[in-house]
């Protein structure tokens, strides 16, 4: 097959791997490079720098990895890259294949040196790789093309596009597989040319491709992100009457489009659906549904939903459900959160560090200190989860401004074996909640704790406060249930 990439300047060059010394003059022998570049620039150096590291015999394996490993990483060579492979294409002796096409098809994409590109891309459609027996195709030659096609489509090239898929489908065996479709068919509908899309997904099915379940996702999204919702529905419908089974990503597409057009109800439905038809729901899934309810007043509803879904096996383990608590306490529903937290925990959806924050401080905002304790409690022993000391100060204070010093005490104690890093602050919530109910003999014992790990800075700070310890009194009866209270 004739090649014809690129006509040599003058006439052929001489063998690049044997060259006369000293290299001839720019009137008598041909360069690699075009006209405009004279002998004095760079011609010398590079010849040499071929002759030095381009040793025969020269193959397409050979070139390759003088381009890929020699010149691609030369920083006054590397742009010369697809003269030099123009160059062997003229040698009688040499023919490229795919490890050459593939090579220079990436480089030149991802140098965006389209227009080259194209220029080999035409020229692979008269020199096609002649690797495989028989009348079979080349196995690499839609890799290749796919690759360029995609590029393409980055730099909303079009036309270009079109035209390697035109000229692939020529070389290839077969069909284009659809994947390749789907770079195009997402390219169209990322530049907001749907009809374009839509012409070229008409075209596969009349060219018998089977569209995938990505083929429909592209195009469902990309008509819900420009609000042709109506064109969404009638994309889903045909992509179940053409036996494509819609996946999670095609559901939320879609409940997250019924909720932006207030059809609450539908989308709720269309999250039964996605579970009657073994479709597992994702973390997207949730969060659009209690997105899309909170926003429409309905937060109790979502929360049955949950727990619903959380007694039904379906909901997600890893799923956060910080937002819905940070709702429900803003609101003063702690308890509604906490049995939220409570049910989802149970079926193994453990909450994550600053959902627990949130519940606490929801907790606490309503007084509920024992509540917000066995919360702290049951996140150490079962998760071995620890709060930052800020928060966990804030517990042990209002544990021992309500006469409980003692729990607030364990509590520290409990915390400490799970990793907490106590400060300085820990241990004078404690002094000053024993000196406060009258216990000495306790906070004297955490007092000279706090000696031992650094916290009281000199002895003066320390008979300060063995001296208050000494000085209180237990409070009496009355008192310790003024305390309590």
């Not at 937060?299 to 096996?313: A, I, P, T, W, Y």
């Not at 042990?396 to 409980?404: I, P, S």
């Given at each position: 097959?004739?090649?014809?990439?690129?006509?040599?300047?003058?006439?052929?060059?001489?063998?690049?791997?044997?060259?006369?010394?000293?290299?001839?003059?720019?009137?008598?022998?041909?360069?690699?490079?075009?006209?405009?570049?004279?002998?004095?620039?760079?011609?010398?150096?590079?010849?040499?720098?071929?002759?030095?590291?381009?040793?025969?015999?020269?193959?397409?394996?050979?070139?390759?990895?003088?381009?890929?490993?020699?010149?691609?990483?030369?920083?006054?060579?590397?742009?010369?890259?697809?003269?030099?492979?123009?160059?062997?294409?003229?040698?009688?002796?040499?023919?490229?294949?795919?490890?050459?096409?593939?090579?220079?098809?990436?480089?030149?994409?991802?140098?965006?040196?389209?227009?080259?590109?194209?220029?080999?891309?035409?020229?692979?459609?008269?020199?096609?790789?002649?690797?495989?027996?028989?009348?079979?195709?080349?196995?690499?030659?839609?890799?290749?093309?796919?690759?360029?096609?995609?590029?393409?489509?980055?730099?909303?090239?079009?036309?270009?596009?079109?035209?390697?898929?035109?000229?692939?489908?020529?070389?290839?065996?077969?069909?284009?597989?659809?994947?390749?479709?789907?770079?195009?068919?997402?390219?169209?509908?990322?530049?907001?040319?749907?009809?374009?899309?839509?012409?070229?997904y008409n075209q596969m099915v009349k060219d018998r491709i089977k569209p995938?379940?990505?083929?429909?996702?592209?195009?469902?999204?990309?008509?819900?992100?420009?609000?042709?919702?109506?064109?969404?529905?009638?994309?889903?419908?045909?992509?179940?009457?053409?036996?494509?089974?819609?996946?999670?990503?095609?559901?939320?597409?879609?409940?997250?489009?019924?909720?932006?057009?207030?059809?609450?109800?539908?989308?709720?439905?269309?999250?039964?659906?996605?579970?009657?038809?073994?479709?597992?729901?994702?973390?997207?899934?949730?969060?659009?549904?209690?997105?899309?309810?909170?926003?429409?007043?309905?937060?109790?509803?979502?929360?049955?939903?949950?727990?619903?879904?959380?007694?039904?096996?379906?909901?997600?383990?890893?799923?956060?459900?910080?937002?819905?608590?940070?709702?429900?306490?803003g609101k003063g529903e702690a308890f509604k959160a906490l049995e939220v937290?409570?049910?989802?925990?149970?079926?193994?959806?453990?909450?994550?560090?600053?959902?627990?924050?949130?519940?606490?401080?929801?907790?606490?905002?309503?007084?509920?200190?024992?509540?917000?304790?066995?919360?702290?409690?049951?996140?150490?022993?079962?998760?071995?989860?620890?709060?930052?000391?800020?928060?966990?100060?804030?517990?042990?204070?209002?544990?021992?401004?309500?006469?409980?010093?003692?729990?607030?005490?364990?509590?520290?104690?409990?915390?400490?074996?799970?990793?907490?890093?106590?400060?300085?602050?820990?241990?004078?919530?404690?002094?000053?909640?024993?000196?406060?109910?009258?216990?000495?003999?306790?906070?004297?014992?955490?007092?000279?704790?706090?000696?031992?790990?650094?916290?009281?800075?000199?002895?003066?700070?320390?008979?300060?406060?063995?001296?208050?310890?000494?000085?209180?009194?237990?409070?009496?009866?009355?008192?310790?249930?003024?305390?309590?209270?």
């Amino acid at each position: 097959m004739k090649k014809h990439l690129l006509k040599p300047i003058t006439k052929p060059p001489p063998p690049i791997l044997n060259p006369p010394p000293p290299p001839p003059p720019p009137t008598t022998t041909t360069s690699l490079f075009p006209p405009t570049l004279s002998p004095t620039q760079h011609y010398t150096h590079f010849l040499h720098f071929l002759n030095h590291h381009l040793t025969p015999p020269l193959t397409p394996q050979t070139l390759t990895h003088f381009l890929k490993s020699k010149l691609h990483h030369h920083p006054s060579f590397t742009h010369f890259d697809f003269h030099l492979f123009s160059w062997a294409s003229t040698l009688d002796t040499f023919s490229h294949n795919h490890t050459s096409y593939e090579w220079m098809t990436r480089t030149l994409a991802l140098s965006h040196r389209f227009s080259l590109l194209r220029t080999l891309l035409t020229f692979i459609s008269t020199n096609p790789c002649q690797c495989s027996q028989a009348i079979f195709s080349c196995p690499q030659t839609e890799p290749i093309f796919r690759f360029a096609i995609q590029y393409y489509c980055k730099a909303f090239k079009f036309d270009d596009a079109v035209y390697a898929f035109n000229v692939m489908r020529r070389l290839i065996d077969g069909k284009p597989s659809v994947s390749v479709c789907n770079i195009l068919i997402h390219g169209f509908v990322k530049s907001g040319r749907f009809d374009r899309a839509f012409e070229f997904y008409n075209q596969m099915v009349k060219d018998r491709i089977k569209p995938d379940v990505f083929t429909f996702n592209i195009l469902i999204s990309g008509y819900c992100r420009d609000f042709k919702f109506g064109f969404a529905l009638e994309m889903f419908d045909e992509m179940r009457k053409m036996g494509c089974h819609p996946n999670v990503v095609t559901f939320n597409t879609l409940i997250k489009g019924l909720f932006r057009e207030c059809r609450v109800d539908e989308g709720i439905g269309m999250v039964y659906e996605m579970i009657e038809l073994g479709c597992q729901l994702s973390d997207v899934t949730c969060e659009i549904l209690v997105d899309g309810l909170c926003k429409e007043g309905r937060v109790s509803q979502v929360c049955d939903l949950l727990m619903e879904f959380s007694k039904r096996g379906v909901l997600p383990k890893g799923y956060d459900y910080f937002v819905l608590v940070e709702i429900l306490c803003g609101k003063g529903e702690a308890f509604k959160a906490l049995e939220v937290i409570y049910e989802l925990w149970s079926k193994g959806c453990v909450p994550s560090l600053i959902s627990c924050i949130v519940m606490i401080d929801g907790l606490r905002g309503l007084g509920k200190i024992e509540e917000a304790m066995r919360l702290v409690e049951k996140m150490l022993k079962e998760e071995g989860m620890v709060l930052d000391v800020v928060t966990f100060n804030s517990v042990l204070q209002d544990l021992c401004d309500a006469g409980r010093t003692e729990d607030a005490n364990r509590l520290r104690l409990l915390a400490s074996s799970k990793g907490l890093e106590p400060d300085a602050m820990t241990y004078k919530i404690l002094v000053a909640g024993y000196r406060g109910e009258g216990n000495q003999s306790e906070g004297e014992l955490v007092v000279n704790e706090m000696l031992d790990k650094g916290f009281i800075p000199d002895l003066a700070s320390y008979n300060k406060l063995m001296d208050a310890l000494s000085n209180c009194q237990r409070p009496n009866r009355y008192q310790a249930n003024q305390i309590g209270r």
